[in-house]
């Protein structure tokens, strides 16, 4: 893995790392280990977004490793901690992209960043040597088709478009249609993150998610919830009415360069039993890294070596 991509990392998770996390760190680097050790981690585990439930079970493992290590003092603790925190984040598991074309939809609410990761997303593929549609299905707003238009060009791949005001489950059938004609290898579906309601929002992508079934049998293949990094646990919240409309199969954590409260990429493992699949590191076409729990964990707790 290239410097490039490590330091993307490093520089992504700065406001993390400085907020919140540092914190750790630098406590961690102080004391001896007593009765208050565990009460200010506690605290600063809490504070760092990783929630209750989690920062709870992070810490009674600690406690049992420290007792079989026979650890006495907070700087052996630091690794300790890493290898816990890497251990409740790891992924796995990877799409199956045997489907011809495999189709990939994005949900999400509006602003968390549907758009942007679709065609980072669609560059990546790109990069690697797959053949990329892009797919507007957000209609209800001219400004979006000409959005995800202008970065179907920067990410070079072809885009098809519903008509302004059209119906959205129309044009991810006509997408998807397009592109087992020209035998595409991925389709991504934008969709929109606004409507009247969420009643309607939901009833909505249910309906795109429907219909993309009826253009290609089982798709999509994956629907991934985008989440903006810098709302903390209020994603999480959004988080669950989506799980409730349609199967969400993981997480795009967008805006991770813009927070400090990175630490809920924790709570949406625990808490959503959702994998985060990408990390959106800025603004820019490639500013998108597959989730790397090692790479994250190191980003956020600053090494002492
Ligand atoms: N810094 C940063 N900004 C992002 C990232 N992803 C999206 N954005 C910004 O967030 C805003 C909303 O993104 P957009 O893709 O339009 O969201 P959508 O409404 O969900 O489609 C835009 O200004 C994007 O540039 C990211 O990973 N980092
Ligand atoms: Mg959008």
Redesign the pocket.
Same mark, same amino acid.
């Given at each position: 893995m290239s410097e490039n991509v490590f330091n993307k990392w490093l520089k992504?998770l700065e406001k993390t790392r400085k907020v919140t996390f540092g914190r750790i760190a630098n406590f961690l680097g102080t004391s001896e280990l007593d009765e208050n050790t565990w009460e200010n981690l506690e605290a600063l585990l809490i504070q760092a977004d990783i929630g209750v439930d989690t920062t709870i079970d992070v810490i009674e493992t600690l406690q049992q490793k420290v007792h079989e290590l026979g650890i006495t003092h907070t700087t052996e603790l630091v690794d300790v901690l890493k290898e816990v925190l890497v251990d409740r984040l790891r992924v796995d598991e990877d799409l199956d992209y045997s489907a011809k074309p495999t189709v990939i939809m994005?949900v =999400? @609410?509006?602003?968390? =960043?549907?758009?942007?990761?679709?065609?980072?997303l669609a560059y990546q593929y790109q990069q690697a040597g797959k053949s990329v549609m892009l797919v507007a299905a957000?209609t209800y707003r001219a400004a979006?088709i000409d959005?995800?238009k202008v970065?179907a060009d920067r990410a070079g791949v072809p885009m098809v478009a519903g008509q302004p005001g059209g119906d959205p489950g129309a044009a991810a059938y006509d997408g998807i249609n397009a592109a087992l004609a020209r035998k595409m290898d991925i389709v991504i579906v934008?969709t929109a =993150?606004?409507l009247h309601t969420r009643y309607n929002l939901m009833e909505e992508i249910k309906k795109v998610h429907r219909v993309s079934g009826k253009a290609l049998s089982g798709a999509p293949h994956a629907t991934w919830l @985008?989440l903006?990094?810098t709302t903390g646990q209020n994603a999480l919240q959004q988080a669950k009415s989506f799980q409730k409309s349609v199967a969400i199969d993981g997480v795009i954590l967008?805006?991770?360069?813009?927070s400090a409260k990175g630490g809920m990429a924790f709570a949406i493992k625990a808490q959503l039993g959702l994998p985060i699949l990408y990390?959106?590191? =800025?603004?820019g076409i490639d500013?998108?890294q597959r989730f790397d729990a090692v790479r994250f964990v190191d980003g956020v707790i600053e090494s002492q070596n």
């Open positions: 992504g994005l =999400g @609410v509006n602003g968390s =960043g549907k758009t942007t990761s679709a065609a980072k957000d979006a959005q995800l970065w934008d =993150g606004r @985008v903006d990094a967008a805006k991770l360069d813009s990390a959106g590191l =800025g603004e500013d998108m």
